[in-house]
Structures are given as C-alpha cells and as structure tokens.
C-alpha cells in the first residue's frame, strides 16, 4: 500500500526543516521559505500533471474523486458546500497536516510544506481549474475555505 501521505510529508518536513534552517541564517528567513515554497509548488503542478495524464480526464469529478482519496481514513474533516460540472466548494475542519506539524513543533513551515501547494497542484492537473482560498487552519482560522472553479 506504500507510505501515506500525510506520513510522507511529515519525514520530508523533518528532513528539510534543519536545512531550511540554516539556510535562512545566511539569505535571510523570507528567502528561505520562498525557496521552499517555490519548490514545493512547482512539485505540485508536476503532480497534479500526472495525475491528468494518468487518469486520462480531469474534470471536477475526477478532482473529487482524488480528494476523497486523500481524505480516506477520517484524518480529514470536510463539509461539501457545492458541487456541479464546473465548481466544487467546501470548508475542511480539520486538517491532518495542521495536526502532525503543531505535533512536531514545525507549525511556522505548514503554509510552505503544504497550503502553497493545492493552487499549483489544480493548475498542473487542469490549466483551466482555478483555486481561490483566502482562509487556512494552518494560518490560524478555523477552517480551509476552498474554492476550485473549472473555468471555460
């Protein structure tokens, strides 16, 4: 079955929080973690590319369908707001991520491990599939407002 997904990110936070680290004593702390951001957004396109390629359709209900994925095993809590052939909304209340981050004392790296990924990760799996989001828990909100337009 392989390693999970929230386990997986959680081993690459360990790894790289340390490097990070240092190398924000020598370009400074916002350059490191836009160096880190950067990365892992342009991780998340390439991901959500294959995605596409390898489920040979990616339209709302195929992203639907990944996201249940993910969610599988009740780490997640969502509430569904909307859902057509072109908009999927919904508020995630709990975040599994959130959770291991704080659990590990890497809370001040969640925006940069995780968040800055979903926009990248819709733009790689469909060039027309917009995320808006203007609310995180990982940002201390209580809940993710996620927003994913398919547009024409």
Same mark, same amino acid.
């Given at each position: 079955? *392989?390693?999970?997904?929230?386990?997986?990110?959680?081993?690459?936070?360990?790894?790289?929080?340390?490097?990070?680290r240092?190398? /924000?004593?020598?370009?400074?702390?916002?350059?490191?973690? /836009?160096i880190?951001?950067?990365?892992?957004?342009?991780? /998340?396109?390439?991901?959500?590319?294959?995605?596409?390629?390898?489920?040979?359709?990616? *339209?709302?209900?195929?992203?639907v369908?990944?996201?249940?994925?993910?969610?599988?095993?009740?780490?997640?809590?969502?509430?569904?707001?909307?859902?057509?052939?072109?908009?999927?909304?919904?508020?995630?209340?709990?975040?599994? $991520?959130?959770?291991? $981050?704080?659990?590990?004392?890497?809370?001040?790296?969640?925006?940069?491990?995780?968040?800055?990924?979903?926009? $990248?990760?819709?733009?790689?799996?469909?060039?027309?599939?917009?995320?808006?989001?203007?609310?995180?828990?990982?940002?201390?909100?209580?809940?993710?407002?996620?927003?994913?337009?398919?547009?024409?």
């Open positions: 079955m *392989g390693i999970h997904r929230v386990e997986r990110r959680m081993i690459e936070a360990m790894a790289v929080t340390p490097l990070i240092e190398v /924000a004593q020598s370009i400074g702390w916002e350059e490191a973690l /836009a880190l951001r950067d990365v892992n957004q342009k991780e /998340a396109f390439q991901r959500g590319q294959n995605l596409s390629i390898e489920l040979g359709r990616n *339209g709302i209900d195929e992203l369908k990944e996201l249940e994925r993910w969610g599988r095993g009740g780490e997640w809590e969502m509430d569904v707001l909307e859902k057509s052939e072109s908009t999927y909304f919904f508020n995630v209340t709990r975040c599994p $991520y959130h959770e291991k $981050y704080k659990e590990l004392g890497l809370e001040e790296f969640g925006v940069e491990f995780s968040c800055c990924r979903e926009k $990248y990760f819709a733009k790689g799996f469909n060039s027309n599939l917009r995320l808006v989001r203007k609310k995180t828990i990982m940002e201390g909100y209580d809940h993710c407002d996620f927003r994913y337009y398919l547009e024409a």
